[in-house]
């Protein structure tokens, strides 16, 4: 069975400023797919990001980045030039690539928060 | 442009009553789920469903039973509510992956039901 381990519950970070989050996880699939999901307040889940197990490059969306280690099994969030609309609690998403029914498995969350 | 609705946003159930959530999706995707969402645990997967009439256990299916007549319909049911069922529950959709690296594997998210059990 896969597991994601979210080691941080709560950061903070100024208005501006870069700020890291942090995902690991166990598996022994070769092949899956990495997601971090954002939820504001409003409890609505929002896919921020997501990586093919197989793709060495790192994805990229504005201003939210990735930093995929497969043989660490490491898969940090990073995000620049904070603001904040991006207070929220973020999780971390594994799925098995050919699993039945593309289930996937969250980590925890980490709460951020963004001061102004 | 609706995509996962769920219904109830909200309710309270004493110990001992049942109720049904309902979640409808208008994307025709053949994967629907219930998640539940506890402080500290993140969502963890109640039931599934891969296509219209079938249903299966995710991680934490007891005291839960689920049913999917339709393709675009995935209902939750609560026989008997306990206090520890207190969570925010979250059901999602996504399509069937075809090929494996072509697919979208995207899952989209109702808003939630906040259910309290007292």
């Known amino acids: 069975a896969q597991t994601v381990t979210q080691s941080q519950p709560e950061m903070s970070v100024q208005e501006a400023e870069t700020v890291t989050l942090s995902c690991t996880y166990d598996?022994?699939?070769?092949?899956?797919?990495l997601f971090w999901y954002k939820q504001p307040p409003s409890r609505q889940m929002i896919l921020v990001i997501r990586?093919?197990?197989?793709?060495?490059q790192n994805a990229t969306e504005n201003r939210f980045s990735v930093n995929f280690q497969k043989a660490a099994k490491s898969f940090s969030l990073k995000i620049s030039d904070s603001q904040l609309g991006d207070t929220a609690m973020y999780f971390c998403?594994?799925?098995?690539?050919?699993?039945?029914?593309?289930?996937?498995?969250f980590g925890a969350g980490t709460i951020l928060r963004v001061k102004s | 442009n609706a995509g996962v609705t769920q219904t109830p946003k909200f309710r309270v159930l004493k110990t001992g009553q049942s109720m049904t959530l309902l979640c409808a999706q208008d994307?025709?995707?053949?994967?629907m789920y219930w998640y539940r969402q506890d402080p500290g645990m993140g969502l963890r997967l109640i039931h599934y469903?891969?296509?219209?009439?079938?249903?299966a256990k995710g991680e934490v299916p007891d005291g839960y039973n689920v049913s999917r007549l339709k393709k675009q319909n995935f209902l939750l049911g609560l026989e008997s509510a306990a206090p520890s069922q207190t969570s925010v529950y979250f059901c999602?959709?996504?399509?069937?992956?075809?090929?494996?690296?072509?697919?979208?594997?995207?899952?989209?998210f109702g808003q939630g039901t906040r259910l309290t059990v007292v």
């Open positions: 999602a959709s996504s399509p069937r992956a075809a090929q494996s690296w072509h697919m979208n594997t995207e899952a989209f």
């Open positions: 598996t022994s699939e070769n092949n899956y797919y």
């Open positions: 990586q093919e197990a197989y793709k060495q």
């Open positions: 998403a594994f799925m098995k690539e050919g699993g039945y029914g593309n289930k996937l498995v």
């Open positions: 994307m025709n995707h053949e994967y």
């Open positions: 469903s891969v296509g219209e009439g079938t249903t």
